[in-house]
């Protein structure tokens, strides 16, 4: 079970719009043309910084410390490797946080399933990973070089470039999606992709 909520934010083509009043957040939803679709739900648990007057929103660069703020208020556990990467742990994969490029400019979201994959199961490992980023928006997945042992470990990874930086809710809301989407995989690779 992650350590984070899924708080969807477009969902069946309902535009939706963040509103700070008073220091509160609210989601305004307006109202369905299809009474089928999916209601979304508000975000005001997440207590991220907003704009009011008295606090202006601002953009910043983004620095590991700030991805630990992030992570903090996710209430995603993790661990600093020491060389400037944050690792957070689940039951079945670790996410590795960290940011990477020549100034520290690239935010990098990896998962890794704990699980490898037998060298003999190869074509179907490519075949796997090859369909999930057919299928799939985020989190591009490859097969990585043989371990020590000669299994092949398996990754997905987003890269977003933040040289301009970013503002506090939208940093949350990637690294939330990234560690919701990395679970998503995982499971997939479980389930559906029956590789591991």
Known sequence: MPWWSWRPGHAGGVESELRAEDGNVRLEVPPQRDPNAAVLEPLAALAVPRETPDRPATVEQVTLRRLGDALDLLDIRYLADGDGSL?????????LF?????????????????????PDWADRAYRVV????HTRRFCKAYV???????????????QVPLGAGAHDALLVEMLDCGAAVSSTFVDWLHDEGALL
């Open 144 to 158: 990585g070089d043989p371990t020590e042992r000669g299994q092949l470990p398996i990754y997905a990874e987003i």
């Open 130 to 133: 090859n369909e999930w980023n």
């Open 98 to 118: 960290t940011l990477e490029g020549p100034e520290d400019e690239i935010l990098v979201i990896r998962a890794r399933p704990h699980s490898t994959v037998p």
């Open 87 to 95: 690792l957070a742990m689940w039951e079945r994969h670790a996410v």
